[in-house]
Each structure stands twice: as structure tokens, then as C-alpha cells.
């Protein structure tokens, strides 16, 4: 059986807003058991007991020449790491692949995968686990296929691409339904390539960067283009398959828990990329071995931010910004075809598929109504109450009108990032809904009393149309080639033979994440997000209270005692002393406020 599905199909209204879930994802309501074995498959110890496996090559590592650290996660520390000293961090990760029986060694697990994109390699072609960690830029492990092109063979994680690694990380982990698998720390290798280009030398310096372990869903399937040094490794990947597939399976109590964790995962991914989608962040691609399984998005390596919803090409043989869940429901059917052929599933293979691709559309369907809601500027309880309101089909449907007059520009990034030809403006969209009675402005106007003189959920005209400046507002520096060309120059070019520091590397880091964010799980009523702050130690959600004339802050989380995550304070200033309100109060930070 295979799945059809139009590119609009996602998009088609449905009897998806009947049900308020409270439930894991945004639609599926999953079982407690469900959602406490997910929560213990996130764990980095099981990950590295799965990956840990006789199948996945074991290999020796040894310490880079002259390691330092670069970056440290000031969010999130690892138990194992948080007592070391930098240096002992840094001799501790900085390492290299070494066959050399008289060094000084580690010994590390390359994770065999499979999944869409991963081209000739079958799994992990530069990182490798250590522990309950996965290091990124150790160099060529044994399972680069022999034909995988030599630019996409070097083994090394570069300086600027470990940054931008940080920065994607960061914002989607604060802004995306469930977030992203952290970015620990980064460490100089004290080795650099110097690269021949058509404008002359082009010197990176080689990094070493730390996650904390994760399973991936294509860990449980099989590396279909893998082209080997060595046929055998060609059966060794079907074992690997079968015993990841025997781990899940001794996890759960019986095949309907299999299946429930399953489907759990997929609905979240779809609304992870129905998220993407309304803020206008693109994965560039997906693939099963680009998330976790519990919904975490991970390596961000081809991602970009879009100027607007049009169908932009990233790549040949990539689906288009908007296609994504045809994609998705055609991977839903090789991966449980996969399962079942291989007895995890004994259930009607049409059928357990068909549910899930079901519910996968709820769910992205309903969060991605949610999220554009968001998007035209109204507060999480307006979006909530649109949700549970009686015009919902209507809306969702005026939704869908609105998106697809966006879809119809076919947009490049391919070279540049091309600009469309229309930019969504939030005052002229609200001005729709007095000159249009039947415009998606004016059914929400009247599901919300948005124009109307009695505040309904505290929320002015001013704060809906000021919050959607914000939120909607583009995320140039995250525009693929501008952000490239950014970190390179200030990290690589403009050193002139001089270290970077730490301090210079964070605040270049804290900066863009600052300029580049949009959104913020905490709100106040009647007041809307005008910027971000973040130092070594929390990071700030900057508001301004309408109802009180001032900035207000919320701590998105902080190692400050007397300030700890969730708490507010009122900032009694004018926007120009906003920088010395807040180093008063958080010591020295980067700080973005929109004009």
C-alpha cells in the first residue's frame, strides 16, 4: 500500500479541531506509559547503550595536538562534565580517529543509521560516541561510503559551522514545540585546513562539538544507498537493524506500545515542522537522521531562515519550503513497511500506517494554525481560543487560502536567497479586517473583539498588531549565505593571525541569537516581545507592558540565584538606558530591542 498525497493535502480542513487535546503532542493523546518510555529513550545512557552495540565499529581515539575549549553551553551542563576544569574538558573531547598502537587512547562507537539523505555513507561519516556523547569532527570514520564526494568527506567540524551549529540550536530550542538536542561545548582542535578557492586561500580552524548522545528514528532502518569499502558491512548493517529494532522492542510491553511510541514521535516531528514552517525557518531538507526520537530537532548544518511562505528551492532532489509533509507521509510508509517486514509490527501494515499519517496531519494541521496565529500577533490564549471556537473550519480555511497565495512564488536559495515578490505587512493584514468583512482579519476580529472597546483576554488592538511586527519579522541574519559569510569574517578573517578568545566567540555567538529570535514561551497580557538579552549566566525575554508604559523582563532560564528561570521584573527605563539597566542587573550582555 502506498500513500498519496497532494502538496496541499496538509493543508485540506478536516475534522481536526474537534478534539482539545491536552495531551504529549499537540493532537495525539498518548499514554503516560507512553510518554515515560520516550522520556527514558532520551536519556544520553540508553543511547549509548543501543548504539553500543557489536555491530557499530569500535574505534580508538587520541588527543588533538593543542585543544582548548571555545564554547561552553552556559544553558545546560552535563553531570559527567560540570566539576572539570576547560582544560580537562578540552583534552576530555578534542579527539581525533588514531590507529596508532603507541599513543595514548580512547575508545569510541560510529553509529551505524540509515534514512532518507544520508547518500553513500551508511551512518556517522565524522562523528562518533564517547560515553554518553557524541563528538562531531573527529574525522573520516570507516562508514564514508567509498563513492561519497570528497567535499562531503573531510571528516573536520569547522569553526564557523559549529557556530552557526550553536546559534540554530539555541533559537529553535527556546521557540519550537520540542526544542533541539543542545550544543554542550566546542573545542579548537589546534588544527586548521587552508582551502583553495576561486578568490584564493580560505583557512578554517577544525573544532571538535559535543551533544549529549540521542537516538535517532534512522537508527531503526537501514542505510539503503550505503556503498562500502567492504561488502560484508552490507550484512552487519541488517544486524545492526534488527538489534536497535530488539531494543525498542524490550522497551515497551507489547506491540501496541511500540506503536504508540511510534506515532508519538512522528506527531511531533509534524508539528516541529509545522512550526518551521509558519516562522519561516527550513530544515532544508528532512531526514529521520536530522531528529531525535523524542522530536528534537538536531544538526542544522543546511538550515535558513526565509523571507517569506514561498516555494523555495533549497537543493536538487530536495523537497521545496512547503512540500515537507508529503515527505513526511511517504517516510512514514517506508519506515513502518520497514518494521513490519522485519516483525517488529504484526498488526495490518495498511492500517497502523494509516493511522499515523491521520493523526500526523492533525497534528500538523493544528499547530500550524496555532503558529500562523501567532504569527498575525495574538497571544497564546487568543491562538488557544480560536482552537476550541466554533469558526475554526473557517479559519483554517481563509488559513489555507493565505498560505497557498505564497506557495504559488517558486523562490530559490540555492546561490542567494532570492527575494519574493510580496512581504507579509501585519498592519496591512489587520487593516483587512475593517475594509473586508469576509478577510481571515475580520472572522478573527470577530471570534476575539480585536477592534472591539471591551478588552476580551486583556488584549489591545495595539499589542496584536506590535506583537506581530515582531514575531513576523525576518530573520536576515539567519538567511543562509548571510549568515555564512557573517561568522566566517567574524570569527575567521578579521582575527589577523590573533587567538580568538572565549569572550569574543560568546559574544558574537549571544549577539545574532539575540538579533535572530522571535518568539518567547512566556507573555504578559496586553503587552508584546520587543527584544532579547543574554549574557554567561540567563537569558531575558524583553517586553513591553502596555498597560504599565514600560519594559518588563522575563528570566527564559538563569544560573542567577535571586534571579532563577520564570521570574519578572519591571524595567523602569526608556529604551536608551535599556543596555545599562540590564548590565546593572545581569552583568555584560548582548541585548537586542526592535525599533
Known sequence: MALRLSSHACLESSSVFMTNSKASSFFFPSSQSTISIIQRLSDPSMAAQMIGCQHNPRLRFS???????IWQNPRISSPETSLLSKEDVAKKFALQLNNNQDDDFQHGTVDRYGGRGLGKNGGSGRSALLG?????????TPLLGKSTDESHASGGAYLEECAREIIVSEIVSAESPWGSVPVLSVCLTGESVVWQTSTGEKKEQLCTLVRPAFIRPAHFEKAIGYDPVTLGDLAIDEDRVSSHLSFLKNMCSDEAEIISVLTEFWCRWSEQIAHGFAHRLAAGGLSTGNVALDGRWVDFGSWASLPSWGKYTFAPRVEPFGEEMVVLMQMIQAFFTS???????????????????SLCTKSFQRRLLFEFLRVFGLSRDQAQAILEGSQVHTIFSLLTSHILRFQRENLSIVYATEAPSSIWCPVAFWRQAKRDSKSLAAVLDDELGIFGESLRFGETHTAVVERAKFIGRSRDLLARDKMKTKLYHDLESERDGQQLS?????????????QSRRDSQHAEANSFLAGHARSKDCELSIFYNLNLSAY??????SSIARHPAGSKLILACAEDRLSNTLEDLIGQCSLWVSG
Open 63 to 69: 588527543a588533538s595536538p593543542n585543544p582548548r575549549v
Open 339 to 357: 518494521a513490519w517486514k522485519r516483525r517488529l509490527i504484526t498488526n495490518d501494515l495498511n492500517a497502523v500506517v494509516e493511522n499515523v499519517a
Open 502 to 514: 572565549e569572550t569574543a566567540f560568546r559574544s558574537t555567538i549571544d549577539s545574532m541569537i539575540c
Open 552 to 557: 518588563q523582563c522575563v528570566f527564559e532560564w
Open 132 to 140: 554518553n556523547f557524541y563528538l562531531k569532527g573527529i574525522g573520516k
